[in-house]
């Protein structure tokens, strides 16, 4: 069974292009929201870590956690340290559910976990600053000031930072679904040629 990355900057679309390989049979798995679920599992130690007034009604206020993290590379490291081990835990959880189904997970930051070396391939999801801004913010409904922090703390994301874990497919998504669809099918051809290192 083949276990596929899909990475991308925030906006590059990433969810659009697991939805299309669920159609394909894949089962897939958004790590963003593993992540919004560990964080209210872990509210304690993050808000000690991190400081107060993170909580909302006994939760994390997300919101006002981008705003810190976001602006402040060492409390992002200091909360990426604190919840990256549970969802790999969680996220390995998943994946023996049902190891006999091809599976894709999902994340800006996949490189950092080490999910990434389990993966026979990783797709890097491409797009236009322009086109990325106006996705977010149409789909965040926020306006630009409040998540301009989150596109500059991705600037030096790379496809390169990748390439010591597994394959790297680079894909661009310009709205053109057609284009877009034949690049993920010669890719799956060759993947499901090739087989997976989670071939049983």
């Known amino acids: 069974m083949l276990l596929i990355g899909i990475s991308g900057k925030t906006g590059s679309g990433k969810n659009y292009v697991a939805s299309f390989l669920e159609k394909r049979g894949f089962r897939s798995l958004d790590l963003d929201l593993v992540a919004h679920n560990v964080l209210d599992t872990l509210f304690d130690t993050i808000e000690q870590k991190l400081g107060p ?13 981008g705003h810190r993290v976001f602006s402040d590379e060492k409390l992002l ?4 340290n604190i919840t990256y081990p549970e969802i790999e835990k969680e996220t390995r959880k998943w994946l023996a559910e049902d190891p006999d189904v091809s599976s894709v997970i999902h994340a800006v930051n996949l490189y950092k976990t080490s999910l990434v070396k389990d993966c026979d391939a990783v797709l890097w999801i491409k797009a236009s600053s322009f086109q990325r801004r106006r996705r977010v913010i149409s789909r965040d409904k926020r306006p630009w000031k409040e998540l301009k ?20 497919y680079s894909v661009r998504n ?27």
């Open 53 to 65: 007034g993170l909580l909302i009604d006994g939760k994390i206020n997300r919101k006002e956690l």
């Open 77 to 80: 490291r200091e909360l990426e």
């Open 149 to 168: 922090g989150r596109f500059r703390s991705q600037k030096g994301l790379n496809s390169k930072l990748f390439s010591q874990c597994a394959e790297i």
């Open 174 to 200: 310009s709205g053109n679904d057609a284009s877009l669809t034949a690049s993920l099918d010669r890719i799956l051809r060759r993947l499901e040629g090739l087989g997976g290192k989670n071939e049983h």
